[in-house]
């Protein structure tokens, strides 16, 4: 058997010959980071948390009111054993308005559990979309418009896909002295 006829010859000059005409491997990009998010909607708008702000998403639980707090308060629920209080996101954001009507709930609602700051609560949304995965560089500072001006403290930016996903702040809200003073005045 002569060199030119080895089989590992042939494959070699396939590979040769192949490699002329063959498109460049694109090169791998590794400096790309992404951002995660859990989609809600909360009166018609579309808004994101992060996934590492929430510890679970559940239907909405019966809840057992509480006297002597705000509306926005739905009441205690048991979670797997643990107590936490329930509140309606969409009425705590709207709560300071002055023709606020609290929300009727439906079907759709879920809650979004939240341990933050030794603060356990379930916030109460319209409805959750699943998640979300963006590229750290397609955030932008700015709230569209369609924002009211009452949800901005809340906020952080939002991305753009098919549409805007307005960056929900866990942290402005745990945070916020309206919210972590329940009590009825």
């Not at 010859?9 to 790309?32: F, K």
């Not at 002055?98 to 759709?108: I, K, L, T």
């Not at 500072?141 to 098919?162: C, L, R």
């Amino acid at each position: 058997m002569s060199n030119s006829s080895h089989p590992f010859d042939y494959l070699e000059t396939l590979e040769q010959s192949a490699s002329l005409y063959s498109a460049q491997i694109p090169v791998e990009q590794t400096d790309l980071s992404y951002w995660q998010g859990v989609s809600f909607v909360l009166d018609g708008q579309h808004y994101m948390v992060q996934v590492g702000s929430i510890s679970e998403i559940l239907p909405v639980p019966q809840t057992t009111p509480l006297p002597g707090v705000q509306r926005w308060v739905r009441g205690l629920a048991n979670v797997r054993g643990r107590l936490i209080p329930v509140v309606s996101l969409g009425d705590f954001l709207k709560s300071n308005q002055a023709s606020y009507v609290s929300s009727q709930p439906n079907h759709n609602n879920r809650i979004l559990v939240i341990e933050k700051k030794d603060i356990s609560v379930g916030l109460i949304v319209d409805e959750v979309k699943g998640m979300q995965q963006f590229t750290a560089s397609s955030h932008a500072d700015e709230i569209p418009a369609t924002i009211p001006e009452n949800i901005h403290p809340f906020t952080q930016g939002s991305y753009v896909k098919d549409q805007h996903y307005v960056v929900f702040s866990v942290e402005g809200l745990v945070t916020n002295e309206r919210f972590l003073k329940a009590a009825s005045e």
